[in-house]
């Protein structure tokens, strides 16, 4: 048996002769992934087409039938323990169903989660999308359709690469290995919490793949090392007892929506960035995005200056990010000339890694209601909250992960941070202190989850699952160590 040190780029040329585990080759585990490739992309365009969304505005229906597809797939692929689970909201209705499926590990042998979901977004505007969204298509090497990238190709990957590893190693495969297909977590996950402490030992893990990130582009893997944390609310502003004729009245006092705009107007500087006293940010980042790469990414318009400071991969990544993501106030269509008494807005506020989220919401309190303009009555009504993650680098996890990204891509793989957060993670860390969390993806910068058009690279799917199978098959031949 081979025993390969972690990959990095420094290391990674001298490594391409070094590619055999248990006898199987990149090659070998690369070939078993294609003979099978086609068979993988027509069940994931089959899952495409089950429109399963979790918001309890949506026929429920749907999201059971997903999870019964999902169900077979995983019995196909050769697992007989296969349950769907699910736990009650805080009101009492029922949570969205999860596939849960287990192979106990052998002797000695260590176990490994494998976690996606099979839940989506709503599609949004049928004007905007090119095709169907729950018809997947194929354009220019890509897969179209909602759910065709977040996050039905991650349950796929863990599917075909399990597959491809059982079919090469027959018995001599000993891992342990559940799958956790979770059927909410578009919908926020409201019993993520109560799910994992019903079934705690079922779903007990050395190692957690959790497979809802992206690459870093196209033909380039990353290991997500850093999400950031969140906390949300609302910001009421009165200044009226009721509503007065703006003609009458207007000029003594300042209306609710002109004074909110006043005080959101505090929460960042000049330069855009947060200004907020005590949150925590930092600079450093593995990689970094040019601006160039970051105004096509995002679609920013030409002429808008880009917020903040520092490089773009802290701004998205390691520091604060704010944002105002509803306001209450009448329609311009049925405007009337009044001045209005109160005014509502919500406001998203992304964390840094290492930002504590119930500090960063007094923060927030704090500074709403020491800047309140004209003595204007403030309101904060706090929301959710999550934490911030951080991969630990050093763990043999990782290190695994980021070798077997860069033998199925053929380039070394890089450590990156996603602006976004997955605030589920800080349970299972809180209940499995010990585990050691990999968050890889199947994603790229255009892949539009959320959007229309959402769409999958084929190419870096079938490396995703290539990487897998030789994390599953490395793990099974050397463990932990």
Sequence with gaps: MTTFPAATPQEYDA????????????????????????????????????????WPSFDPAPLDASAEAVASL??????????????????????????????????????????????????????????????AVERDGRLYGRGAADDKA????????????????????????????EGEEEAGSPTFRTFL?????LLRADVIVVADSSN????????????????????EVQVLDHAVHSGMFGGPVLDAPTLLSRLIATLHDD????????????????????????????SVLDGVQLAGTGTIASRLWTK??????????????????????????????????????????????????????????VTFTPGESGNAFQTDTGSAAAGLAMWALGEAWGVPAVEMGIGGSIPFISDLTELYPEVQILVTGVEDPDSRAHSANE????????????AEALLLARLNSEGLR
Aim: aromatic share 6%.
């Design 271 to 298: 330069d855009g960035s947060v200004a907020i006293a005590g949150l925590v940010g930092r600079d450093e980042t593995a990689v970094d995005l040019t601006e160039a790469e970051y105004r096509a990414d995002a």
């Design 15 to 54: 490594q391409q002769d070094a590619g055999t585990v248990d006898g199987i080759n990149t090659d070998v585990l690369r070939a078993a992934v294609d003979a099978a490739f086609d068979t993988t992309v027509a069940q994931l365009k089959d899952l495409v087409a089950i429109p399963g969304i979790a």
């Design 74 to 135: 995983v019995r196909a692929a050769g697992i007989g323990d296969v349950r769907i689970l699910r736990c009650d909201k805080e009101d009492g209705t029922p949570g969205g169903p999860a596939v849960v499926a287990r192979r106990e590990a052998a002797p000695g042998k260590p176990t490994i989660l494998l976690y996606a979901h099979h839940d989506v977004q709503p599609p949004g505007d049928p004007a905007l999308w090119e095709s169907e969204p729950f018809t």
């Design 455 to 466: 769409s999958l690279h084929l190419g870096d799917f079938r490396n995703a699952v290539v």
């Design 320 to 377: 604060p990010a704010l944002s105002i993501i509803g306001f209450d106030a009448p329609a311009v269509s049925v405007a009337s000339n009044t001045l209005l008494p109160r005014a509502r807005a919500k406001f998203s506020l992304r964390l840094a890694p290492g930002q504590d989220p119930a500090e960063a919401m007094e923060a927030v309190r704090r500074h709403v209601e020491t800047h309140a303009p004209f003595g204007a009555r």
């Design 197 to 201: 402490e019903a079934h705690r030992e």
């Design 216 to 235: 870093w582009k196209v033909g380039v893997p990353a290991l997500t090392t850093s999400l950031r944390g969140l906390v949300d609310g609302t910001i």
């Design 154 to 181: 991650g349950i796929m990957a863990h599917i075909a690469a399990y597959g491809a590893v059982t079919r090469l190693l027959g018995d001599d495969f000993g891992l342990g290995v559940t799958l956790f297909f």
